[in-house]
């Protein structure tokens, strides 16, 4: 009887690479997160700019429409004035016309005259009482829309104190009243934030005449560095256009651009955090693990003997993946098997260990064209014909003939298009790999179902063998299937043989191949290849013993 305790081997050096790799990937990881830790802090200094530029211009437009709204009112009073003054027929530079200018100038306040204008325009007389002495007219511009006002620039004395006039157009035949006012008094002011600031406020009629500006900042600095708003008078034909300096406005908001990098950098910490904790996180991800596993070269093929009983000679044997962790301890499949499948991962898993296999023990298959190696394959494997493609590409130059190849499908699992299933089937068979229903008898009678999939081999499931000796009725279960692999031409398999009694019986039904603990458990390469070349020795070494019998 064969009984070989399986020994362990050290990790290849493919897989200190495969590892390497790894940790390379993780530090890439963390590499990225630390980049992308920038792009929300970039992120949000640009949304702080976008909104401080949005503040300033908001701001600016407000300073134009309060300028304009100041401007009117003032503008308001004189006109008002002017209107209250004709009404009560004030036109003339008698005493008592005089004497009403002058209570009215009073009463408004803020002007510096009351006068008396002829259909030429000559000022005849003021609130004043004074001589008139020298004034020129620079512009006249309508004030109002149907043009019973004027707005003008008037220059006095030598012409260096500029003043604005608001004249109440005539009929061209009688005197027509004015108000003549220092232009700071329709020069806008502009109060940002509480405080006066660097900026330009100009006041023009609609056409563009330059009334009153208060020439602050009115530098060559360039548009760029200032924002820039206008607003229009709804009553009079006037418009501010408000200048304001861009530094003012980012200054008023620099405490907000301290709590925009405090915040900025607080997400972009959170992100670097996260990137270092993403390695530790996906370790404990089983998928990831298992990926990482697959990487690492840890998924393993041990191989379990396949004996003819009739004989004692070695049949081949049958893959069967193990999870070599790096401490050295093992993973039975049952543990990740179903992650496998449920992950789609089993495709690359099982690619991986039939070339794994092929470079383990190609090289004795080469010299043993009649041992098989049996490859478990999933319900996944039969959605599509990748799996036709994988087992051609793996073994069409190994060492490993297709025609070594035996392809197990498990009747515990069912199938759900047959029809495709069997096409599959029949394209490995081609290849010249054979197939074989595993755990028969297991699948709830998903046998006959199976069978349609014609298959080469039927392997017995394992509880039926356990049965021998105690239920009769395994006994009647194992010879139907004898009877029914016989009459199908098909070859049978005993699983989970443990005893000799059950050898002796199966033998006895005639049964011829068997796998289990009583011949082998399922060993490592090196294990197995000691064992294939103690009970099969290779052609080249037999040769000559072979010539000498
Ligand atoms: P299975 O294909 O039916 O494999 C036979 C199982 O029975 C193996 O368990 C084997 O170690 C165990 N066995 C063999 N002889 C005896 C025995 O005498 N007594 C007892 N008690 N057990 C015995 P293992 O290796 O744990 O595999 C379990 C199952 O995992 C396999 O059942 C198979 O369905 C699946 N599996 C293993 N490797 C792969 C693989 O590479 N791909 C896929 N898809 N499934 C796999
Ligand atoms: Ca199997
Ligand atoms: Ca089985």
Redesign the pocket.
């Known amino acids: 009887m064969l009984k070989l305790a399986f020994t362990r081997d050290k990790p290849t050096s493919p897989h200190e690479v495969a590892v390497a790799f790894l940790r390379r990937k993780e530090l890439l990881a963390v590499l990225i997160g630390v980049t992308l830790a920038g792009v929300p802090m970039g992120a949000f200094n640009l949304w702080l700019n976008y909104f401080i530029e949005q503040q300033g211009q908001d701001e600016v437009a407000a300073v134009a429409r309060r300028s304009v709204a100041m401007v009117d009112a003032r503008v308001a009073r004189l006109v008002d004035g002017l209107n209250d003054l004709a009404q009560r027929g004030i036109d003339s530079c008698r005493s008592a016309d005089i004497e009403a200018l002058r209570e009215a100038n009073f009463a408004i306040t803020s002007i510096k005259e009351l006068s008396i204008i002829d259909p030429a325009g000559e000022t005849l007389c003021t609130d004043l009482g004074l001589p008139v002495g020298d004034r020129k007219v620079v512009s006249s511009q309508p004030l109002t829309a149907d043009a019973a006002f004027a707005i003008e620039v008037v220059s006095l004395g030598d012409g260096r104190e500029g003043m604005i006039r608001i004249r109440r157009v005539g009929n061209g035949i009688a005197n027509a009243l004015a108000a003549l006012a220092p232009t700071e008094l329709l020069v806008p002011q502009i109060i940002f934030q509480g405080s006066p600031l660097k900026s330009d406020a100009t006041l023009t009629t609609r056409n563009g005449f330059l009334l009153a500006s208060n020439g602050v900042g009115r530098s060559n600095e360039d548009e760029s560095g200032r924002f820039v708003a206008a607003a229009q008078s709804e009553r009079y034909q006037l418009e501010a256009l408000i200048h304001l300096a861009r530094e003012q406005v980012w200054a008023a908001y620099r405490r907000l651009h301290t709590v925009g990098t405090v915040v900025g950098s607080a997400i972009a910490l959170a992100i670097v955090g996260f990137a270092l904790a993403l390695p530790a996180r996906r370790r404990g991800d089983p998928i990831a693990e298992i990926e990482r596993a697959l990487a690492a070269g840890e998924l393993v ?2 191989f ?1 003997p396949v004996v003819d009983i009739m004989t004692g000679r070695l049949r081949g044997a ?5 999870w070599r962790k790096p401490d050295g301890s093992l993973v ?3 543990a990740f ?1 179903p992650l ?2 449920s992950s789609g991962l ?1 495709r690359d ?2 690619r991986a ?1 039939m070339r794994r296999a092929c470079d383990e023990v190609g090289a004795a298959y080469s010299r043993r064209p009649h041992l098989k190696i049996g ?4 319900a996944a494997h039969f959605s599509d014909d990748t799996i036709v493609r994988d087992v051609r590409d793996i073994f069409e130059s190994s060492p490993i003939h297709l025609n070594q190849v035996v392809l ?1 499908v ?1 009747e515990r699992q069912p199938l759900e298009n047959l029809t495709l299933a069997r096409r599959i089937v029949m394209a490995l068979q081609d290849l010249g790999a054979s197939f074989a229903i ?2 028969a008898g297991a699948g709830h009678g998903g046998l006959s179902y199976m069978l349609k999939l014609g298959v080469d081999i039927i ?1 017995i ?2 509880m039926f063998i356990d049965a021998i000796g105690t239920d009769r009725n395994s006994a009647t279960i194992i010879e139907t299937l004898i009877e029914l692999a016989r009459n199908l031409r098909m070859d049978i398999v005993a ?4 005893s000799f009694e059950q050898v002796v019986f199966l033998r006895e039904l005639g049964v011829r191949a068997a ?4 011949f082998s ?2 060993l490592p390469a090196k294990s197995f290849l000691q064992l294939v070349e103690a009970i099969d020795p290779s052609q080249a070494s037999d040769q000559p013993t072979a010539a000498a019998a």
Do not use: S
Request: hydrophobic share 40%; no cysteine; aromatic share 8%.
């Open positions: 093929p041990f379990q049958e893959v069967l993946i193990r039975l499949p049952g098997i496998l499948e089993i898993v099982t260990l490859f478990n394959l999933a197990e498990t595993d755990d392997k499931d394992k699983e989970g043989v443990e796998q289990g603990y009583v458990p399922p």
